[in-house]
T-cell receptor, first 112, second 111 residues
Framework: DARVTQTPRHKVTEMGQEVTMRCQPI?????VFWYRQTMMQGLELLAY????????DSGMPKDRFSAEMPDATLATLKIQPSEPRDSAVYFC??????????FGPGTRLTVL | KQEVTQIPAALSVPEGENLVLNCSFT??????LQWFRQDPGKGLTSLLL?????REQTSGRLNASLDKSSGRSTLYIAASQPGDSATYLC??????????FGKGTKLTVNP
């Protein structure tokens, strides 16, 4: 069953805490994207990787966000320290043939 | 900077009606255009992908067209059903693999 998986699905934390979100790409997909979705801004690209190398992270607040791909089966997005304005749904997506993007179910983050 | 606009923002129709969702983009230099569906609290499901060299793609009751020169795409849904109720998002990809999304059209199909 080829799909993008994300954990955790929901996360509630207090301001100032570290948050780590994980994504498992579809096997063989070598480009991984991180998006954030809010009611106000819609879907925003935070960063993306190809073959585990970061290609663009211009959408991320660098002082608190970091994205990595420790190996081909895992991508992580960390926020430290978290702030209430980071509350959103964070999606991971991977690219298949023809550059079609496939999305994971998302991590709903609430920072109190 | 590429901008994607979807009109209308919300649409309510009776079951069985044929309908059209619109998407426009400002920069016609695109690699492809993708239509997604998003159900409440869920991720995005890819519906159709149109390459820049193509004019349309069809999947079941869905048909998407692309007019790159005018910066427009439409998603046609035939014989709508209550299960089609969702938010439909249009996204365009330029040369950098990034997708730029519209804000979506929220569709409600009433039984």
């Amino acid at each position: 069953d080829a799909r993008v998986t994300q954990t955790p699905r929901h996360k509630v934390t207090e301001m100032g805490q570290e948050v780590t979100m994980r994504c498992q790409p579809i096997l063989g997909h070598n480009t991984v994207f991180w998006y954030r979705q809010t009611m106000m801004q819609g879907l925003e690209l935070l960063a993306y990787f190809r073959n585990r190398a970061p290609l663009d992270d211009s959408g991320m607040p660098k002082d608190r966000f970091s994205a990595e791909m420790p190996d081909a089966t895992l991508a992580t997005l960390k926020i430290q320290p978290s702030e209430p304005r980071d509350s959103a749904v964070y999606f991971c997506a991977t690219t298949g043939y023809y550059n079609e993007q496939f999305f994971g179910p998302g991590t709903r983050l609430t920072v109190l | 900077k590429q901008e994607v606009t979807q009109i209308p923002a919300a649409l309510s129709v009776p079951e069985g009606e044929n309908l059209v969702l619109n998407c426009s983009f400002t920069d016609s230099a695109i690699y492809n255009l993708q239509w997604f569906r998003q159900d409440p609290g869920k991720g995005l499901t890819s519906l159709l992908l149109i390459q820049s060299s193509q004019r349309e793609q069809t999947s079941g009751r869905l048909n998407a067209s692309l007019d790159k020169s005018s910066g427009r795409s439409t998603l046609y849904i035939a014989a709508s059903q209550p299960g089609d109720s969702a938010t439909y998002l249009c996204a365009v990809q330029g040369g950098s693999e990034k997708l730029v999304f519209g804000k979506g059209t929220k569709l409600t199909v009433n039984p």
